[in-house]
């Protein structure tokens, strides 16, 4: 039976010389006296420890004669585990001591080679897990190309390399590039290169296969590859595709001086496992980045505009979503003007029915069309008619109600209005002296029936009155003091008696004031007002 190491082969106070195994242990051993002499060695301990001449004498490792002495100078020979451990030539041993008569001490080598090997293989493992979870966190945090870009390099160069650069795909002759020295900020630049003076990057451009790095001779390698900062000669250079979703998001170029060692296989591998990452991460980037831009293009079609003083007359509107987080959908109001003062204005507010991005499609329609119809802007029916007709051979099934007002300023300051109503409530005339009269207009709404019939009223505004138009979302806020009750009509028409003479943009402010607080937190319809004055006279 084989002693296991750390274990005497024989009793305590028995000399391991004497022991018929002892020159046939499996592991090498060495017999060290009180000062540190070899006393003896078994044919592996000769093997392992003999001078590269062959000689008989075996040398000591300094670690060894180290542990060795800490056991003369008192250490406990009994204690589990191995007393000291360090390397022979390119093997790793640990070495577990035993007594033996007459103070000597028996050291028994167990090579530890493969285990330490595989522990080191295990940290790194661990090690590029955590790097990778970081990365894919950190990469994702931010969906906006320039910083995604920014970061990769960075991470890139503190985990992967002694610098980085990141090459997005070409707009038009230039390229996007993002250098980044370790330790350093990485710093963004526009540059017309050419991909073809670095051996792989026009490839990985274009998505294809790394080149491995042992064929990229660093030497070859064009002064603007390097960051500012790069101190000595390239030693090793990796180029890596960056994969993206279906297309190319650019490519990964890692650089590591002469002075450190070259990248080994793990780490070329690894990298192309950051690359793949910091691919998705950009592409993902960019994709929101189109998506925004998209968006962001629509939503100026779709938001109501900015209004104010129009050919001597003062309009000013307010519209609040049914989603707070949401800026458009169901109701909606434009204001066209003339090709002069001379000319009538055209003003169109509408609810469409449902709410959210669907009911906002069809605005945007609706608003569309009512532009196209501007040069038959004065026949109201006219117009809801072509506009009925038009959402009825649609695919859309929703319909709306509207109100058409053409405003024309006199000379006298007084402003005219024709109003027309398609199946919405009638505005409402908030006089100087704060009486509130309702403009005689009706009519059926449009998208849902064949045919559109309507009745248009006139009004005259005195300077100091305004003409409000209102969508629903309004009357039928629903809350009060029970949470359950309609804003109402009433309310309304009471708010309203209260803002004789007050400019249009003050109304609309409290119209909608009173409707938010009568809402508290409660759910709400879309809400709209437009407020049209005549501006009072200033002497």
Known sequence: MIPSPGTPAQPRGTDVRAAPTWKDAPCPVLVLDASGAVVDANPLALRVLARAHGAARVDVPS??????????????????????????????????????????????????????????????????????????????????????????????????????????PPVGRRYAVTHALRGEQAVHSSLPIDPGEVPGLAEALQGFPPVPARWIDPHVLPGWVLPAGFT??????????????????????????????????????????????????????????????????????????????????????????????????????????????????????GDVAGKGLDAAVLTGKIRNTLHALLPLASGHEQVLTLLNGALLTSHHTRFATLVLACVRH??????????????????????????????????????????????????????GETCLLYTDGITEARGGPLGDELFGEDRLRQALRECGGMPGEAIVERVQMLAAQWLGGGSHDDMATLAISAPRVTA
């Open 63 to 168: 670690w060894l004669a180290a542990a060795h002495r800490g056991q003369v100078d008192g250490g406990d020979p009994s204690h589990e585990g191995p007393s000291a451990a360090g390397e022979v030539g390119d093997r790793y041993f640990e070495a577990h001591p035993s007594p033996v008569a007459g103070g000597g001490t028996a050291w028994w080598l167990v090579d530890a080679t493969g285990r330490r090997q595989a522990e080191a293989a295990l940290r790194s493992a661990r090690e590029q897990a955590e790097t990778r979870a970081m990365v894919s966190s950190t990469l994702l945090a931010s969906l906006n190309v320039p910083r995604c870009a920014e970061v990769a390099a960075q991470l890139a160069a503190e985990h992967l390399a002694d610098a980085a650069l990141l090459v997005l």
């Open 232 to 349: 000595g000669p390239v030693g090793s250079v990796i180029v890596a595709p960056l994969p993206g979703h279906g297309v190319s998001a650019g490519a990964l170029i890692l650089l590591r001086s002469s002075a450190e060692c070259a990248f080994t296989p793990d780490e070329e591998a690894f990298a192309r496992l950051f690359a793949a990452r910091a691919g998705a991460a950009l592409s993902a980037a960019r994709l929101y980045s189109e998506q925004s831009g998209i968006t962001a293009t629509l939503m100026r079609e779709l938001l109501p505009p900015t209004l104010g003083r129009l050919h001597g007359v003062d309009y000013a509107g307010h519209y609040r979503a049914a989603s707070d987080h949401e800026r458009i959908g169901g109701d909606f109001y434009d204001v066209h003007p003339g090709g002069d003062a001379s000319q009538e204005t055209f003003v169109v507010l």
């Open 410 to 463: 006199e000379e006298d300051g007084r402003v005219r209005l024709r109003l027309t109503s398609a199946g919405h409530m009638p505005p409402l005339i908030v006089r100087a002296d704060g009486r509130v009269e309702e403009a005689d207009t009706q009519g059926s709404l449009v998208g849902a029936l064949p045919s559109v019939t309507v009745r248009t009223a006139e009004e005259v505004l005195a300077p």
